[in-house]
């Protein structure tokens, strides 16, 4: 069995979940069902990045300790991947003794080797974005963006991270590992990044700046960086466990560089490990054009979804809709949309009327198929071409075209019904009609039953609910049950499913 190791980028407990992190948490499942799916031995990890000067000021503003505030935080990011259906094998949180005991080691190998030095540094400082900035990052009338809220400047000793010493090596490693960033087109920008020199990486804070972090082991009177402290997660959680290095490391585009691409492979190097095998890396979703964030104030809720629409609606949503790497915009109309029209019309309608017609026709007792003529054999083609496509759309990532070949085939099953039109079968007491009505019974059911095995790992609720209703229970090997064959003759089939019931308006979750 191949071992595959994967990770969330583990996020900041400092507000509540959007649904930009439950996609990266559904995307990074649906890629470790998949694995799991194909025969490889999964561990899939996720978690909560708990240290740093923003934490500490979220929890100051409610005057609670930190720590009582990451307890509540990191607990609603838990029970959001149980509603997500997330199967993580684990879930890290930077508070652990686990994690810090090994962010301490590393930080104090590092030491030892000369990696890290003391100086003392001039500088202007961004509290909101916790780090130093330059001149290059002034506007051109001198003032600072935005983004960095108050600038304020700084005198005082920190430790350095030689990153510059390994600037040279980085260049080479990312030209001779064209597959280190997906998609490739990120590669480009991350070599871009690199024309100019690095600087050092500050990893240190003072105490008096900030308390609300892990203490460096060789100088107690200053915290780590919690950028430094954070990447280590990937590794720290499976430091026991002969894992690393990770087969990805799924991240935001926003991550990306510096942190990702040149922080956590050259703190690796550094410290004697391999880097990730590679960087999987997502756009955002968008709100009226900008990124959906906890500061504006709007981001979406992903509980209302689920409660409103159940897990997998929400799931098939996020995957269908995102280019994975792209952005996209949200909007409630287009989920609707999608809900209706391929969840509800298309797939609802087809476990429907399978269900119905049989339990009608067949007393409920699924057919074997008799006839081959023309209709059959077009779906039976188009199931083979479907087939052939989904594996190895889904291996390359991009999973909302191998649904949208699903719901193809599911929209292609539908029109075929209407060409046999069973209820026109039933009524005649030819043989060769109900011949043809036992062949379509068992064909519609058949195609049903291979639609959503293809998105077992999407919507793996709603394929297990529907596998149910046909009396069906799937075999172990998952490519096996992507062969159209006899496996539903004789099933015993439940009369009726609910499953995407339509919205009751106003559906407007907020
Ligand atoms: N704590 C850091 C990550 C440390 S990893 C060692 C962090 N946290 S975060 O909470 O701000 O973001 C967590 C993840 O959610 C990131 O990968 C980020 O890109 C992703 N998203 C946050 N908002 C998003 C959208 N609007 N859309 C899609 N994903 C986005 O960064």
């Not at 929890?59 to 720590?67: D, F, I, S």
């Not at 915290?223 to 991240?251: C, E, H, R």
């Not at 952005?327 to 309608?349: C, H, I, K, M, P």
Request: hydrophobic share 40%; with cysteine.
């Amino acid at each position: 069995m191949k071992s595959f190791y994967i990770t969330t980028a583990i996020d900041y407990a400092n507000g509540s979940p959007h649904l930009g992190h439950a996609y990266e948490k559904v995307l990074t499942d649906v890629i470790a069902r998949f694995r799991r799916q194909m025969g490889d031995k999964v561990y899939f990890l996720t978690g909560t990045d708990e240290h740093g000067q923003k934490v500490q000021a979220s929890a100051r503003k409610q005057g609670v300790a930190p720590q009582e505030y990451v307890d509540r935080v990191s607990a609603e990011f838990k029970a959001l991947c149980a509603r997500l259906d997330i199967s993580n094998d684990d879930f890290i949180r930077t508070t652990e003794s686990r994690h810090k005991t090994v962010v301490r080691d590393i930080l104090q190998k590092l030491f030892d080797r000369g990696e890290i030095y003391q100086a003392e540094y001039r500088g202007f400082y961004s509290t909101r974005q916790e780090q130093f900035l330059q001149e290059k990052d002034r506007l051109p009338d001198g003032s600072w963006p935005e983004i960095y809220g108050e600038v304020t400047q700084i005198v005082e000793k920190n430790y350095f991270f030689r990153l510059q010493k390994y600037q040279d090596w980085l260049i080479d490693f990312l030209k001779t590992h064209e597959d280190f960033i997906f998609p490739k087109y990120r590669h480009k920008q991350v070599l871009e990044f690199l024309k100019e020199p690095l600087n050092d990486l500050c990893i240190s804070r003072p105490k008096e700046r900030l308390e609300w972090g892990i203490s460096l082991p060789f100088d107690e009177n200053y915290v780590t960086y919690v950028w430094f402290d954070a990447l280590l997660n990937y590794y720290s959680a499976v430091a026991d466990k002969g894992l690393w290095p990770a087969d990805f490391n799924v991240i935001g585009k926003d991550i990306l560089v510096p942190p990702h691409a040149v922080y956590w492979p050259i703190m690796l190097h550094a410290s004697g490990l391999p880097p990730p095998k590679a960087l999987l890396v997502h756009g955002w979703w968008l709100q009226g054009g900008a990124k959906m964030s906890k500061s504006t104030g709007e981001a979406v809720s992903p509980l209302s979804f689920i409660d409103q629409f159940g897990v997998d609606a929400f799931r098939y949503f996020l995957i269908r809709e995102m280019n994975v790497g792209q952005d996209s915009e949200f909007t409630v109309e287009q989920f609707l949309v999608r809900y209706n029209s391929e969840l509800a019309n298309n797939l609802g309608n087809l476990v429907n009327r399978t269900l119905n017609m049989t339990t009608r026709f067949a007393a409920g007792v699924l057919p074997a198929a008799e006839v081959t003529e023309e209709p059959e054999r077009e779906l039976h083609e188009l199931w083979a071409k479907t087939r052939a496509e989904v594996v190895p759309l889904c291996e390359n990532f991009q999973f909302h075209t191998a649904l949208e070949r699903g719901m193809a085939f599911v929209n292609a099953t539908n029109a075929y019904i209407e060409k046999r039109a069973p209820w026109k079968l039933g009524k005649s007491t030819e043989a060769k009609d109900q011949a043809l009505l036992r062949t379509s019974l068992a064909t519609m059911a058949e195609a049903l039953r291979l639609a959503v095995a293809l998105m077992l790992h999407v919507t793996p609720s709603t394929t297990r609910k529907i596998n149910e209703v046909l009396g069906y229970t799937p075999g172990a090997l998952w490519l096996d049950e992507l062969v159209w064959g006899a496996k539903l003759n004789g099933a015993r089939v439940a009369p009726a499913l609910v499953l995407f019931p339509r919205p009751t308006p106003p559906a407007k979750p907020v």
